[in-house]
């Protein structure tokens, strides 16, 4: 029994839409523009801990969408997931927090961003495929510039942040 306490475990508890919002701040004037509208995207990786072994991970995706400088919409969703870690070798946790998990949960935020702006009325934002990898490697760069290359033992600074 003792082995198999000390096994890896890596499962998913639940995957789960944490928050969602959709405004149109010039509806219905700017829906009569005809100019080609502007779309800016941005992604947010964010990992807790909730208990001992157990974390939460979500990715928010914010949409802003202009027409002249004037904001068309702005669709703003994070998508979560509960994940049990345990006994990883260490350094190896804080890289499944930034890049496994937020590729699991990542393609219900697609989907939910996409609905969302389909059911306001406008044509789908299909939000492209992402490198979770780059991305975690990317900010721990900086972090590590930012702290004068200065590593805490594992590869960086964290991405959990106690809840």
């Not at 590729?103 to 702006?117: C, E, F, Q, S």
Request: hydrophobic share 40%.
């Amino acid at each position: 029994m003792a082995e198999q306490d000390s096994n890896p475990v890596f499962q998913i508890q639940r995957v789960y839409l944490k928050d969602v919002s959709l405004e149109q701040p010039n509806s219905p004037q700017i829906l009569l523009e005809q100019s080609q509208p502007q779309v800016d995207i941005s992604l947010a990786v964010n990992a807790e801990t909730v208990a001992d072994g157990i974390y939460e991970v979500s990715v928010t995706a914010t949409v802003t969408t202009k027409v002249a400088d004037k904001t068309l919409f702005l669709c703003e969703a994070k998508q979560a997931g509960i994940f049990e870690i345990r006994n990883l070798p260490d350094g190896q946790t804080q890289p499944v927090l930034g890049i496994a998990c937020p590729g699991i949960v990542y393609p219900y935020l697609r989907a939910t961003v996409a609905d969302i702006i389909t059911r306001a009325g406008f044509p789908p934002v299909h939000l492209a495929e992402v490198n979770f990898q780059a991305m975690y490697e990317a900010q721990q760069q900086a972090a590590a510039q930012q702290q004068g290359a200065v590593s805490n033992g594992n590869g960086g600074s964290p991405i959990i942040t106690n809840a």
